[in-house]
């Protein structure tokens, strides 16, 4: 009798252990929207250019990422979705309607400090010039 209760726990324990480890946690969740920590306004540092002084701007708003780079016509990406890929690091899915059509872009962030991050948009740094990839917070 005592036999045969050990083997049928340790049966019933083998077949929990062997199904909980089969189980597939997804850690990389999307979430709609813009992360909390980057919703309001961010600018580079001020540059010349051949018209004059100027900085590039970004503005993230709860479902919209409006990106106006050196005075040029703004960027306005909607339709996003966010994950966390490391701990100070985000991937922003988002899509660009242009005349008509819309473009999926890919958005990464890493975030340096509580008033500082870099933009990559599509595997290259935002803006283009290297020397002005660092937002910094406007208050």
Excluded: C
Excluded at 48 to 58: E, H, L, Q, R, V
Excluded at 119 to 135: E, R
């Amino acid at each position: 009798m005592k036999l045969t209760k050990i083997l049928g726990l340790s049966v019933v324990s083998i077949i929990f252990g062997v199904g909980y480890q089969s189980l597939n946690v997804n850690a990389s969740t999307w979430h709609f929207g813009t992360p909390t920590f980057l919703r309001g306004h961010w600018q580079t540092r001020t540059i010349s250019t051949p018209i004059g002084k100027d900085k590039s701007k970004a503005s993230f708003g709860q479902h919209t990422i409006i990106f106006n780079s050196f005075g040029s016509m703004p960027d306005k990406f909607k339709q996003l979705r966010w994950h966390q890929v490391h701990k100070y690091i985000y991937s922003i899915k988002a899509k660009e309607f242009i005349d008509g059509y819309q473009k999926i872009h890919h958005l990464t962030i890493r975030r340096t400090s509580r008033h500082t991050i870099y933009i990559h948009l599509d595997g290259h740094k935002y803006p283009a010039t290297s020397s002005q990839d660092l937002f910094h917070r406007v208050n």
